[in-house]
Each structure stands twice: as C-alpha cells, then as structure tokens.
C-alpha cells in the first residue's frame, strides 16, 4: 500500500528513543523526510546518521526543551529553515512522574502542563497555518492509554492526557474544512524506556521484582503480551499517511485491547 508519504516533511518530538524513535524510522521507510528533536543533541545526532544510512531521505536534528516555549519555535524555525514546511507533526513528550495527588506539588503539576498540554499547544500554532495554506496537514499526538480509562498512579497523565484529547478533537472540527486532520494515537504498555521506568517505581513501591510488575500488566491485556514499538509506529504512519485523509477528531489505542470502554 502506497500511503503518499514520499517526500512529506514530518516533525516528530522526542525522537531519540521510544515510540518516538519508532514513528520517525516508518515515516523514513516512507519515504518522508524528517526534523527529529530531543534534549540531547548527540543522541539525536546518532539517531539522524543512522536514518540517513539506511534510506534516501533527509534528517534534520534540533536539540530542545519542549516545555520551553523558545525551543519550540528554535525547533519549527530551523525545520523549516531546511525543509520550506512542515507538512505532518508528531507531537510527544515523556510522561510525567507517578504518584497519587497528595504526594505531587503544586510546582509538578504547574511543570506537567507545559510538558504535556503547552507543548501540543505552541507545536501546533506554529504549524498549522502553513497547513492550512497548502490545503493539506497532519497532526498527530501521542498520549496514552490514561485518556481513556485512567491508571492507578498516574493522576498527572490522566489529566492532562484528556486535556490534549480535548484540545484535539476541537481543533479537527475547525481545520478539517482546510484538509488538515488532527488525531490522537493511545499507545498502550509497550516496551520502551518509559515503561521500564514506570516498572521500576512501582516494583520498588511495592517491593517486589520489576518482572512481577510486567506479568501484571500482561495479565490484563487480552494479548497477554507487552506491546512492541514498531506495531505502534505502524499505526501512527497510517493516521498521518494519504490514505488516512477521512479519520479525524479520532483517538485510536494500539494497546492490545487493554481498554474496556466501548468508544
């Protein structure tokens, strides 16, 4: 299937490693060049050459903080410096620290905000009207599960993982008239960095090994297994592809039928 990626410009965040690494390596398979970002330049810069190795396409690598309003347009600025636009934006961000609410502060909650919901803000005020203009753009946001049915621990996340719903299912009811669809991809327990981390804070909490914490969360997946990255990166490259041009306001889980709820 020819998704009409070859040569689209895509900014996805956090590419360093994870979900984010992944979506950037499909996008690249398809032939869509890339502006990759992170907080570390030398990992970006490794993952950049490898990309460009393998495939036909152009990397731009900008290192930046995307709770700082500053770095973002340092970010959109220097894409489309290279590029001439930016046609598809990945946003995503790392989740923010576990705990129940008495435990978190003021200041965590304050720092989340700009991480989880300013971020897909300022990410997308800056590339939207370039998208409207040509009469075509994708916007994606990875969230997470807890959008749709909240994890015990993670009172941040579920928060502001439905705030970033929210804002993006009203945002795709204004720009769909200019060709420009706006979603959201829940990625469920996948192996990656972050839930090795989650893992561990809750297998030190409560004492037990960090592979108990994993049976717990296989048992409650109908798959009984952990998600890989690449399945989820297949997901995410189709929502921003050619032929994904009718699904918008949508928030679609890869999670191995881990959510219950019917919608």
């Avoid at 990992?43 to 050459?49: G, P, R, S, T």
């Avoid at 347009?73 to 989740?95: A, C, M, Y």
Wanted: aromatic share 4%.
């Amino acid at each position: 299937m020819d998704l009409g990626l070859k040569d689209k410009v895509s900014l996805v965040a956090a590419a360093s490693q994870g979900l984010g690494r992944a979506v950037a390596d499909e996008l690249a398979a398809e032939g869509a060049n890339l502006i990759i970002c992170s907080r570390r330049q030398d990992k970006l810069d490794a993952v950049a050459q490898e990309i460009e190795e393998r495939s036909s396409i152009r990397v731009a690598a900008v290192a930046g903080d995307l709770s700082q309003i500053n770095d973002i347009q340092r970010i959109v600025e220097h894409g489309i410096e290279r590029f001439g636009r930016i046609d598809i934006l990945v946003t995503n961000i790392g989740g923010p620290p576990a705990g129940k609410f008495d435990s978190l502060s003021q200041q965590q909650w304050d720092a989340a905000a700009r991480s989880l919901l300013t971020s897909v803000v300022a990410l997308t005020r800056l590339v939207l009207p370039g998208m409207k203009d040509r009469g075509w753009g994708r916007i994606l946001n990875i969230t997470s599960i807890a959008a749709k049915q909240p994890v015990e621990n993670l009172i941040l996340s579920n928060s502001l993982r439905a705030a970033v719903t929210g804002f993006a299912k009203t945002l795709a009811d204004e720009v769909a008239e200019f060709g420009v669809t706006v979603n959201n991809i829940l990625p469920g327990y996948t192996l990656t960095e972050r839930v090795e981390q989650l893992a561990r804070t809750i297998a030190d909490k409560d004492g037990v090994e960090i592979d108990e914490v994993k049976r717990r969360w296989e048992a409650q997946i109908p798959m009984r297994r952990l998600g890989r990255p690449e399945e989820f990166a297949a997901l995410a490259v189709f929502l921003v592809s050619e032929r994904a041009s009718y699904i918008t306001g949508s928030s679609v889980a890869a999670d191995g039928g881990w959510i219950r709820g019917l919608f």
